[in-house]
Structures are given as structure tokens and as C-alpha cells.
Nanobody
């Protein structure tokens, strides 16, 4: 099974920046897409950003122009650069990977990393 390890969460002031990392490890697999979701106590879990194996990206409207998702395929790692942070960005950010192994589709989730934006 694939395991995901997230890092980079913490406290930032409004207008500040953070960079999240998510590294995938485990048996040999082919990644189709990696992304970040977030969960706020008052909201349902939502997709923040996603990047597929062709490099195509998707962003939530609320983060377009402020967040950038990128990847390092050699390290099986995905990053989320978060700039111009707002208090509304406060949430637990959870890494997700979609992959195939021997022709079968799988999905894995990380433990989540807390991001708090407060003055």
C-alpha cells in the first residue's frame, strides 16, 4: 500500500505564505494525480488543487491566483505553495493520491496538516 507523509503546515499571518509538501512511498505504482483537499469545521471537505500525470492542474475558485500546485515525479512528491493567505484558508489540509498498480485503480489519503491564518 502507498503511504503519504505531509509537512509544512503551521501558523501564518494574513497575506503571508506557506508551502505544503506531500511525499508518497510504498510499493511500485503509477501515479495518475495528486492533490490537496481541506477540511474546515464549518464546511464540507473540498478540493483545493490537483495535478495529474500530464501536468494539468485544477484549482478551487477561492484559491486561484494565490496557490500553486507542483510536483517532483522523481521524488513522488507534490507541493502546494500558498501565497496571500487569508483567514478563510484556515483548515486541515489533506493530501490525496490516485494511482494504479497492475492495472487496478487505487486511492490513498494522508493524515492532514493544520494551516492556521491569523493576525
Amino acid at each position: 500500500q502507498v503511504q503519504l507523509v505531509e509537512s509544512g503546515g503551521g501558523l501564518a499571518q494574513p497575506g503571508g505564505s506557506l508551502r505544503l509538501s506531500c511525499a508518497a512511498s510504498g510499493s511500485i505504482f503509477s501515479i495518475h494525480a495528486m492533490g490537496w483537499y481541506r477540511q474546515d469545521p464549518e464546511k464540507a471537505r473540498e478540493l483545493v488543487a490537483r495535478i495529474d500525470n500530464g501536468g494539468s492542474t485544477n484549482y478551487a475558485d477561492s484559491v486561484k491566483g494565490r496557490f500553486t500546485i507542483s510536483r517532483d515525479n522523481a521524488k513522488n512528491t507534490v507541493y502546494l505553495q500558498m501565497n496571500s493567505l487569508k483567514s478563510e484558508d484556515t483548515a486541515v489540509y489533506i493530501c490525496n493520491v490516485q494511482y494504479s498498480y497492475f492495472g487496478r485503480w487505487h486511492e490513498a489519503w494522508g493524515q492532514g496538516t493544520q494551516v492556521t491564518v491569523s493576525s
